[in-house]
């Protein structure tokens, strides 16, 4: 019960519910920490942190590097949109030069799914994902998973609806399987060109395709929004951010749907006046800053699980 | 952690009785030396130190007719045997509501044996803020020559010496069920 | 030279042989059957094949030899030594080389080098366009004269109808076999492995079964306009066996050809990222490979091709979205039927031998090969059927190892493989 034994975390696809009960009740702990005077604890002092980003991004990167240092483990920022694995480099390569630096915990972002699966087999370092490709961003539900406990009191038995570009995103998946795995209903609803046609079966069961927007936010305890990229136009997903708003997007219209004590959660950044309404984005119901808190926290417990023991 | 199973126990040294006895005399000692209530702060270490600490406190209300400060740390992020001590553990509550600055701290716990609990406890009190003084109270000693940090009770309970291949264990009805301190050894 | 296979059992589909035999080659040839009870001639050596299955040399009519251009991958030498291994006497290579073979002066530095290495018989195949481009015919008579036996853009799919309309006519004047690998990547561009429950839970772009389906439903309808012999590259779609289950209900000079891999393995081979699980077409979902399998038994598909296709591991050991397309496979072909198709009762030896040898004979026009009649070609590719042996990359003759059938055990292995005459390979001695 109070073991986690894993050295990496690729996903929440291969996790248990048990598994990631014990990480959102450690990431609770790390909250308290973060109120202290003092947010930092030696619990990791001497260790290292190597964030490899492969894609650009600010939040989540940020947010690991202080997980790491309010663990008093040193961080170190790789940050690279054009990869050396570019200039030939291969994956092994990769891990091989990484794991002569001697890093505890190597987290990466990558735009091709399963290359932390890849690096964790070649590594000697725990291997966190902090989103690749299509496939999971596991830290990224979690911390919607702490938000929605934090709100609701509970999972089992809520009713979630994931709007948006399904097809493309790695949160919708990472966050389909924490859902279902602790026993929400789950709907998601988007244009049909960006909801894969068996998605449903890619857990066994707490999953439906809503034929529409409005009837996957009829009755939804938690409304989670995906963010609509603008590529995405140009592969003839859909034609128009204008369209798409008009009849994808979360307005406050459509929010009412929702049971009225509802929360709203977007994992950013928001594309505002595009998959949301600005006023939903600020309004009573969005917690979307409260995630950012909670990202932290989440990412200093799986940082702290993954280092704090060995085998 | 431990492997409850493979435990003989050779000899029970305290009953509920004695434990009791033992806390009543750690709580006179304590106000005796802090001179009552005033800015005292029990803190116990989790897990056992949190109910022992408690209890002193409720003593200390009957002899003082007030309740000192309480609270409770959890110094697992603070261990410098994390890489050690296997899969991780949950990590508890540190609970210090009251803010510990200028307060006459007591640190509570079940057994005092290396010293290395109380150097993290230490550490992170000194993080929460400046104390005006820290003092530590354990219902055992194991003996100064397990201590392997130059650390000292200031209120004890019980001396007992031990070897090192002896473990005490301290058994409190909130987590064990039952109440008593006992030797045990590890079976062959 | 006189060499006499003696005691083993002939199958040679052509002649309708399934009987124990004595096969007597004299210069290159097979001279006579002679019955077993029949004295041993003089001035013979013995080739004692007893327990063992005498069939015609296994033909292999798609490989990847890389020589011009990506000699790290591969040479023509180092897959001509993989292929006897495998018990192939003749492989027919791609013209995906670097140059393109789009002319006869590429074409006879293939046959050249195929002629050095002394083992199997090289073929190679031509481009239907120039550099497989897709936009103008390339010189199929010119390599027909210098030996091409085939053409294919095999990779790079003529995207153009009316072009491999052009393709299929004129190739026709040359009695060629067109040889496609049916893709429509205006469906299947960016995909990395078959869409479908498993490219879902990776989170890897899939490539529909649609883009084979439509191309092979294309070229079937484009063989019937033209009359033109038209080989369906690597099937491996439900869609695709059943285009070419109508052109054969319709009397058209189709065939096809599927790999081991397709017969073998589904799309779950990909979880964990495998590398060596990425090829083109990908691996298919359990509803394609039920279609293949029940394709092999109806006769639908004609013939095993390996799609042997080397790639070093530093190309492989990239990320699984940049990592290239291929596995090797002339060293585990006839494990993997053997495993598949023939313990699993799918297929009998007769028809083995058939999809290995007197098909891709045919469908390539080898005269005198794909069967051991006398006055054919002595290539010989000789079995046990019941020997058990473990399949281990490290000792591969190829010079790439990007396999996933490393450790593989199978039961069935080839013993020896005869080329003209000629010992090239056999497994207890070289």
Redesign the interface.
Known sequence: MDKFKRKDLLGIKDLSAEEIKIILQVAETFREVSRRDVKKVPTLRGKTVINLFFEPSTRTRTSFELAAKRLSADAVNISTSTSSLAKGETILDMAKNLDAMAPHVIVVRHSSAGVPHQLAKASRASIVNAGDGSNEHPTQALLDAMTIYEHKGRIEGLRVAILGDILHSRVARSNVYLLTKLGAEVCVAGPNTLIPQDFQHLVENGLTICPSIESAIQDADVVMVLRIQKERMNEAFFPTMREYSIHYGLTKERLKLAKPDAIVLHPGPMNRGVEIASDVADGSSSLILNQVEYGLAVRMAVLYLLTGGED | MTDEHNLIEKVRIMDAARIDRALSRLASEIVEENQGVQDLYLVGIRRRGVPLAERIAEKIKTLEGALPYLGSL?I????DD?????????????ELEVDIEDKNIVLVDDVLYTGRTIRAAL??LM???RPKKVRLAVLIDRGREHRELPIHADFIGKTVPTKKSEIIKVMLKEFDGEEGVGIFERAE | MRLLISGGHLIDPAEGENSGKNVLIEDGKVKAWLNQHEPIPEDVEVFDATGMIVAPGFIDLHVHLREPGQEHKETIATGAAAAVAGGFTSICCMPNTNPVNDNAAITRFIIEQGNRAGLANVFPIGAITKGSEGNELAEMGEMRSAGIVAVSDDGRPVPNAGIMRRAMEYAKDFDLTVVDHCEDKSLSAGGVMHEGKWSLRLGLKGMPALAEDLDAFRDVLLAELTGAKVHIAHISTKGAIEAVRLAKQKGLKVTCEVTPHHFTLTDAAVEGYNTNAKMSPPLRSEEHLEAVLEAIKDGTIDAIATDHAPHHPDEKNLEFDRAPFGIIGLETAVGLAFKQLVHTGIIDLVRLVEMFSTNPAKIFNLEGRGTLRPGAIADVTIIDPDLEWTYKVENTRSKSKNTPFDGWTFQGAVIATIVGGKIVYHRDRF
Do not use: E, H, K
């Not at chain 2, 697992?76 to 261990?79: E, F, M, N, S």
């Open positions: 959890d697992t992020l603070y261990r994390l890489s050690t001590v296997g899969a991780s553990p949950i990590v508890n509550r540190t550490d992170q993080d929460f803020g």
